[in-house]
């Protein structure tokens, strides 16, 4: 899942990044509106975790020029303030949660998760399914007919992708940003290779397939002897 | 006692009949009470302002510091990594202290001015501007310390912190390559002082331009301003410069933001200039 963090505390901004990486998310940061809104034209985002107090403009005139554009990527704020007004404020321009600091992160990963859920109706808690395949973003496991498998970070991010998009074509480009971010050159054959991993993973009879969208990218979809 | 009709005969005033009230007087007291609850009302919205901003500054670095924390608890890791993290913890917790005692130092404002006896010397605060921001070549910030080694009268604690607070306040509102400047300038034609000395510190290219120094100068906060990044901080260095009698003055152009301190030079006893 592919993060933009706007906020301008260098080391509030450090510490998002690098636990949501942890938490096997992608993360970019940015420090003000005017780079946000640059790094959403630029790039595509799952969720976009914006800080209140910005400089130059504040959080609020950021989220309400980014739904004017059209960006409909789902948008959480970060307060320093508790006041109740500033929740009203954020919502009435367009964010879709309010989180107050200080938090406690797996409130924010949860209501990340949730966010990301909205409008898919095959997922109702932290579990993405696709026939006997499962992956638990809140455990970060990966079952498949109940048996763990067992995936690197990356087979993760990539399935994970995938599952979200499931039955649909992704492209080599999407796929490229969302698991190794803007430095990815899709035309590499690395997601060949990562691809292949998961196939091999995914063996066992009724298993989900990846199957090759000639001249766009891969789509996961159900397995051919899948009830 | 004296019959009604007597008294109506002589002309009896008594206490039932009074001069009518001079209405000038009340409408003066009518607006003098409008403009005490205008002004108390400011007052209300700045301190609910100040309020606000202190809560932000202290609500940041204590959820960066939980932040670490938790995330040094999380899961086993190697010893270094404990190290790195408790390096940043303990970086936040320098955070906070300054925070502090920038509050302590706010508190000043209002209490009885520096007595004649208390100076604050210019050549002292540059040079532990410079040593804070390290070498130019680094950090792209440039602290000139060929300033002339004037007193003026304040304390020592609040001019530092009050240039340091805008200089940190200029870094954070440069282009990721650009540059900061504090040096000493020729001062106005028309308004020199030579009792004064000249600061100016710029910031070139600024990153929201004609925007860096909005709320040095600006008052009467509005929803937009509380949620301005910095604003405790540049208030606080406003109040701080204020206390060692520094003028600010805000200059803007294309290429740079810049703001200029005019330093007013202590008197000696015998008339002359520290």
Same mark, same amino acid.
């Not at chain 1, 074509?169 to 998961?198: C, E, F, M, T």
């Not at chain 2, 109506?8 to 001069?19: A, E, I, L, M, P």
């Not at chain 2, 009518?30 to 700045?46: S, W």
């Not at chain 2, 302590?104 to 209490?111: A, E, F, P, V």
């Given at each position: ?19 949501? &990486? &942890? *938490?096997?998310?992608?993360?970019? %940061? ?5 780079? %946000? *809104? ?55 321009? !367009? ?11 797996? *409130? ?25 395949? &499962? ?17 690197? %970070? ?5 399935? *994970? ?14 796929? %490229? !940003?969302?698991?190794? !971010? ?34 766009? !990218? ?10 | ?24 007087? +009340? ?30 500054? +202290? ?117 990721? #390559? ?37 709320? +040095? ?22 109040? +701080? ?13 294309? #290429? ?19």
């Amino acid at each position: 899942m592919r993060v933009l963090v706007v906020e301008d505390d260098p080391a509030t901004r450090d510490l998002l990044v690098r636990r949501l &990486e &942890e *938490e096997l998310f992608r993360a970019d %940061a940015v420090a003000d509106g005017v780079a %946000a *809104e640059a790094r959403v034209d630029s790039g595509t985002f799952d969720v976009i975790v914006l800080d209140v107090v910005l400089p130059g403009h504040d959080g609020f005139s950021v989220c309400r020029r980014l739904r004017t554009r059209g960006v409909d990527t789902p948008i959480l704020m970060l307060t320093g303030r508790q006041a109740l007004h500033d929740r009203v404020r954020g919502l009435d321009v !367009g964010a879709d949660d309010f989180l107050a600091k200080p938090f406690a992160f797996e *409130e924010l990963l949860a209501r990340l998760r949730a966010l990301t859920r909205r409008g898919r109706t095959r997922t109702l808690d932290a579990v993405l399914r696709l026939g006997p395949l &499962e992956l638990d973003q809140h455990a970060r496991v990966v079952r498949l007919n109940d048996a763990v498998v067992t995936v690197t %970070a990356t087979e993760y991010r990539l399935l *994970e992708f995938l599952l979200l998009h499931a039955e649909t074509p992704v492209a080599r480009g999407q796929l %490229a !940003g969302h698991v190794w !971010g803007d430095r990815a050159d899709y035309k590499s054959n690395v997601i060949d290779v990562y691809i292949s991993y998961l196939r091999k993973k995914l063996k066992p009879a009724g298993s989900p397939v990846i199957r090759t969208v000639r001249n766009v !990218g891969y789509t996961l979809t159900r397995g051919s002897d899948a009830p | 006692m004296t019959a009604w009709s007597d008294r109506v005969r002589t002309g009896w005033r008594g206490r039932s009949f009074k001069r009518a009230p001079d209405t000038s007087a +009340l409408e003066d007291l009518e607006g003098q009470a409008r403009a005490l609850r205008a002004e108390l009302e400011r007052a209300r919205r700045e301190l609910q302002t100040f309020a606000s901003s202190v809560v932000h500054e +202290l609500r940041t670095p204590l959820s960066a510091l939980s932040g670490e924390i938790e995330l040094a608890l999380l899961r086993d890791r190697a010893p270094a990594a404990y190290r790195e993290a408790l390096g940043r913890i303990a970086d936040r917790v320098s955070e906070l202290i300054e925070l502090t005692t920038d509050l302590t130092l706010y508190g000043m404002r209002g209490q009885d001015a520096p007595g004649p006896s208390s100076h604050a010397s210019l050549a002292v605060s540059l040079a532990r501007l410079a040593e804070r921001f390290g070498p130019p070549a680094m950090t792209g910030v440039t602290i000139g310390t060929d300033a002339p080694d004037v007193s003026i009268p304040g304390d020592q604690q609040a001019l530092t912190r009050g240039l340091t607070l805008l200089v940190e306040h200029a870094i954070r509102h440069r282009q990721p #390559e650009g540059s900061v400047r504090l040096r000493v300038t020729a001062p106005d034609g028309a308004a020199s002082d030579p009792r004064a000395v000249t600061l100016v510190i710029d910031t070139s290219p600024p990153r929201f331009p004609g925007r860096t120094w909005r709320h +040095l100068e600006a008052s009467g906060e509005t929803e937009d301003t509380v949620n301005t990044s910095g604003l405790f901080r540049l208030r606080t260095a406003a109040r +701080l410069l204020q206390l060692c009698g520094v003028t600010l003055r805000v200059h803007s152009s294309k #290429e740079s933001d810049a703001v200029h301190l005019l330093l007013h030079r202590a008197p000696t006893e015998t008339g002359g200039l520290r």
